[in-house]
């Protein structure tokens, strides 16, 4: 999307160049005014057109920001447990995949559905990244966490 909007804003920076080109150029009078009209018409669309992409692309910034903002703020509740709960250890051994992985978890109580959780893998590619090794989970680690936790070294 963002890349989409740079393209946008590349374009019509090289129309308004060309566009620039032709009105300052010489030729006959009668189809020069009528040149340097529909040019004009074109120039004021084109800066139209910039000035909304503009405005997108900020707005755009703005909701990443707050996203990212807001990421860190459920980071960072994540990371305090309540007092009550209680942690389990996950023994992923060699050759063990998603599908497996998944129902440990939901043995384990940590998770209430394993084919949610294999579907968040699969969105998010991280079938192929977990990780062999002992993890630490408690039962209020959302799926996002454990995933996040069992796909980077113990």
Same mark, same amino acid.
């Given at each position: 999307? @963002?890349?989409? +909007?740079?393209?946008?804003?590349?374009?019509?920076? +090289? %129309?308004?160049? +060309? @566009?620039?080109?032709?009105?300052?150029?010489?030729? =006959?009078?009668?189809?020069?005014?009528?040149? !340097? *009209?529909?040019?004009? $018409?074109?120039?004021?669309?084109?800066? $139209?057109?910039?000035?909304?992409?503009?405005? $997108?692309?900020?707005?755009?910034?703005?909701?990443?920001?707050? /996203?990212?903002?807001?990421?860190?703020?459920?980071?960072?509740?994540?990371?305090?447990?309540?007092?009550?709960?209680? $942690?389990? @250890?996950?023994? +992923? !051994?060699?050759?063990?995949? *998603?599908?497996? @992985?998944?129902?440990?978890?939901?043995?384990?109580?940590?998770?209430?559905? /394993?084919?949610?959780?294999?579907?968040?893998?699969?969105?998010?590619?991280?079938?192929?990244? %977990?990780? %062999?090794?002992?993890?630490?989970? =408690?039962?209020?680690?959302? %799926?996002?966490?454990?995933?996040?936790?069992?796909? *980077? *070294?113990?």
């Amino acid at each position: 999307m @963002v890349r989409d +909007i740079i393209r946008t804003l590349g374009t019509a920076c +090289i %129309i308004s160049g +060309i @566009v620039l080109y032709f009105v300052n150029g010489t030729g =006959d009078n009668a189809n020069e005014d009528i040149g !340097k *009209s529909q040019l004009h $018409e074109e120039f004021i669309y084109l800066q $139209e057109k910039l000035q909304k992409t503009e405005e $997108e692309l900020a707005k755009l910034q703005q909701a990443s920001s707050a /996203a990212q903002k807001s990421a860190a703020e459920n980071e960072s509740q994540d990371d305090e447990k309540p007092e009550n709960v209680q $942690e389990t @250890v996950l023994h +992923i !051994k060699q050759g063990a995949n *998603s599908t497996t @992985v998944a129902n440990d978890l939901v043995r384990l109580g940590l998770i209430q559905d /394993a084919g949610q959780f294999e579907s968040y893998l699969a969105q998010y590619k991280l079938t192929g990244k %977990i990780q %062999i090794g002992e993890y630490t989970l =408690d039962e209020s680690m959302s %799926i996002e966490t454990i995933a996040s936790t069992i796909t *980077s *070294s113990p």
